[in-house]
């Protein structure tokens, strides 16, 4: 699915059988881009600086959304269910043109386990 703000978000079904009549229904959207002078900046780094921190010239967003012990016959309902309520509440945020800024702060403070001194 294209967003507003140029970014495609990707959804996959990863649900699995859990046993013969019973699904762990999973719904995950990612969405993959190249990071840029605006994310950097975003974050206090320069772009050289950013990319050495991520490991990497892309940044990747991802949810995933499960449901336990989901019945066969309701597998499909479920699912449509889970991503149609997540688009709903969720598509502004993913659209807005400073989502990319945001994700890249929240890899940065993953990978350093901190929320002060990002630039450092």
Do not use: C, Q, W
């Not at 495609?8 to 229904?25: C, G, K, M, N, Q």
């Amino acid at each position: 699915m294209k967003l507003e703000n140029g970014l495609t978000l990707i959804l996959d079904d990863a649900s699995r059988r859990i046993s013969e009549d019973a699904f762990v229904v999973t719904a995950l959207f990612s969405i993959e881009f190249e990071v840029t002078e605006t994310e950097a900046a975003a974050v206090g780094l320069s772009l050289a600086e950013l990319t050495k921190a991520l490991g990497g010239t892309t940044a990747r967003y991802e949810k995933r959304l499960e449901r336990n012990f989901i019945a066969a016959s309701d597998k499909e309902r479920i699912f449509e269910e889970v991503t149609g309520s997540f688009l709903k509440t969720g598509l502004a945020y993913l659209s807005h043109p400073s989502f990319t800024g945001g994700v890249v702060r929240k890899i940065l403070v993953e990978k350093r386990g901190r929320y002060n001194s990002i630039g450092s």
